[in-house]
């Protein structure tokens, strides 16, 4: 049965899909922002985002269009358009040239920026160009970090129950059993949230310093670095599949030692506890309903904070 959830999808941009699984040629449908795009990659490397149908007769173009040149045509009868969304050329029509191409004869173009091995798409619910950027993340394109590890989870819930349960402070010990967790230091300038946690960190070679630093930059993206025991980099995006199911994409990165991936176990270790928890968050989030004015208590987190931050991204509204 469909939840209600009291606000539209979210403005911001959203991965859509992993740069490399996207080569050359290819084209790729999407369901995603409760529409129905397509993902194709021209021949010479660049990545676009249209709406997905013909405008012609209506045929999806990622279901048999194919790549020419640095057009997409469409499976039925050939039209070509560029990544602007614009008839390039209509193979069939008597005529030539510009005369062939009928005044209306286009798509819907989504802005795309492909940037830290990740293919994002903008989305608003007014239908305005982006207002900020994607960050780049300097881990993420240097060769002294392992390759992504990636993870994928398609999940029935909406970006704010997620958003929500980060800073949500008393779920970690009764979920994760985590004996404690220490405050955060939060900050937040126009569209990016950043929370700090310090805290000492029992190793075999004694304490250290450890640190867990979380950004996120509008609700479709966030970097978390953890420092301490061995330097790991979570780059993640949740994309709105529709008003209903969300699909987050998880990549992890660490920093290599002499020239290779850390050693030991460590590394997976953090990795496999990341994951262990965000699967220990999926049933409740399933399985909840949002409360729009739910009964706090003081050891709850900033969820108020939280809520008043993320509605400067629901144009929509």
Same mark, same amino acid.
Request: glycine letters at 12%; aromatic letters at 8%; one cysteine or more.
């Given at each position: 049965m469909a939840r209600h959830f009291p606000f539209p999808l979210p403005d911001g941009w959203?991965?859509?899909?992993?740069?490399?699984e996207l080569t050359a040629g290819?084209?790729?449908?999407?369901?995603?922002?409760?529409?129905?795009?397509?993902?194709?990659?021209?021949?010479?490397?660049?990545?676009?985002?249209l709406d997905a149908h013909c405008?012609?007769?209506?045929?999806?173009?990622?279901?048999?269009?194919?790549?020419?040149?640095?057009?997409?045509?469409?499976?039925?009868?050939?039209w070509c358009f560029g990544g602007d969304g614009v008839c390039r050329?209509?193979?069939?029509?008597?005529?030539s040239g510009p005369a062939a191409i009928p005044a209306e004869a286009r798509?819907?173009?989504?802005? /795309? +920026? !492909?940037?830290?091995?990740?293919?994002?798409?903008?989305?608003? $619910? #007014?239908? %305005? &160009?982006?207002a900020f950027d994607v960050p780049v993340?300097?881990?993420?394109?240097?060769?002294?970090?392992?390759?992504?590890?990636?993870?994928?989870?398609?999940?029935?819930?909406?970006?704010?129950?997620?958003?929500?349960?980060?800073?949500?402070?008393?779920?970690?010990?009764?979920?994760?059993g985590t004996a404690t967790l220490p405050d955060s230091e939060i900050a937040t300038d126009g569209v990016v949230r950043r929370a700090v946690?310090?805290?000492?960190?029992?190793?075999?070679?004694?304490?250290?310093?450890?640190?867990?630093?979380?950004?996120?930059?509008?609700?479709?993206i966030g970097i978390v670095r953890f420092t301490g025991i061995c330097e790991t980099v979570l780059l993640s995006s949740t994309t709105p599949v529709d008003d209903? /199911? +969300? !699909?987050?994409?998880?990549?992890?990165?660490?920093?290599?030692? $002499? #020239?290779? %991936? &850390?050693?030991?176990?460590?590394?997976?270790?953090?990795?496999?506890?990341?994951v262990k928890q965000m699967n220990e968050d999926i049933p409740i989030w399933e399985n909840k309903i949002f409360l729009e004015r739910p009964k706090l208590c003081d050891g709850d987190g900033p969820i108020g904070e939280y809520r008043r931050w993320a509605r400067q991204f629901y144009s929509g509204a």
């Open positions: 959203f991965a859509v899909s992993y740069g490399d290819q084209v790729r449908p999407l369901r995603v922002f409760g529409r129905d795009l397509v993902l194709f990659r021209t021949e010479a490397g660049h990545a676009h985002v405008p012609h007769l209506g045929a999806h173009l990622g279901f048999g269009g194919r790549v020419a040149g640095e057009a997409i045509q469409c499976p039925s009868h050939g050329a209509i193979p069939s029509s008597s005529l798509i819907r173009a989504w802005p /795309v +920026v !492909e940037r830290n091995q990740m293919v994002w798409v903008w989305h608003h $619910g #007014g239908g %305005a &160009p982006p993340v300097a881990e993420a394109n240097s060769d002294d970090w392992t390759p992504l590890a990636r993870h994928v989870w398609q999940i029935r819930t909406r970006n704010q129950e997620m958003g929500e349960n980060a800073v949500d402070r008393a779920h970690f010990r009764y979920v994760h946690q310090r805290a000492r960190m029992t190793t075999p070679r004694g304490e250290v310093d450890g640190c867990i630093e979380s950004i996120s930059v509008g609700m479709g209903q /199911v +969300v !699909e987050t994409r998880f990549g992890f990165t660490q920093r290599k030692v $002499g #020239g290779e %991936a &850390p050693r030991g176990g460590v590394g997976a270790a953090i990795i496999r506890d990341i």
